[in-house]
């Protein structure tokens, strides 16, 4: 992705570049993930308009994912997702982490119980489940 003069001479605003990295929607997002202390800047609380450089290394919450990402490249353009991944690198830690976090969510998918019963409930039954929902609503 080809940045612009500015942003290398300069630096891009940290709201700018998650949005350009396409870890928020919407720079709004951003920053308001940023406001909330959901994002870390070299260890440290950010504020929207710091400054990111090549080299930082930013934690960030994402929907109910922790991530940790070094910054390689900056714009403060949003492109295409294949463009936006070459302006970072995921952490190795990061990335086993979301590996377990994963490996935990299928297990429990396996062991969860089914949501419905194998059948139907028969006359008797049914008579049985309106009664107790009446009994509870009032």
Do not use: H
């Not at 260890?43 to 919450?61: F, N, Q």
């Not at 998918?109 to 929902?133: F, G, H, V, Y």
């Amino acid at each position: 992705m080809a940045a612009p003069a500015e942003d290398s001479a300069k630096g891009v605003r940290i709201d700018k570049w998650l949005w350009a990295a396409r870890f928020y929607k919407t720079r709004t997002l951003a920053r308001q993930m940023i406001e909330g202390g959901k994002v870390d800047y070299n260890g440290a609380r950010a504020k929207p308009s710091r400054s990111v450089e090549v080299g930082a290394v930013i934690r960030l919450l994402q929907g109910n994912e922790r991530r940790e990402v070094t910054v390689l490249a900056l714009s403060s353009v949003r492109g295409p997702a294949k463009e936006a991944q070459l302006l970072y690198a995921e952490t190795p830690e990061s990335l086993e982490r979301r590996a377990k976090l994963q490996a935990m969510r299928a297990m429990e998918k396996q062991l969860a119980l089914p949501p419905r019963p194998d059948s139907r409930p028969n006359k008797k039954e049914r008579r049985a489940l309106i009664k107790l929902k009446q009994d509870n609503m009032y």
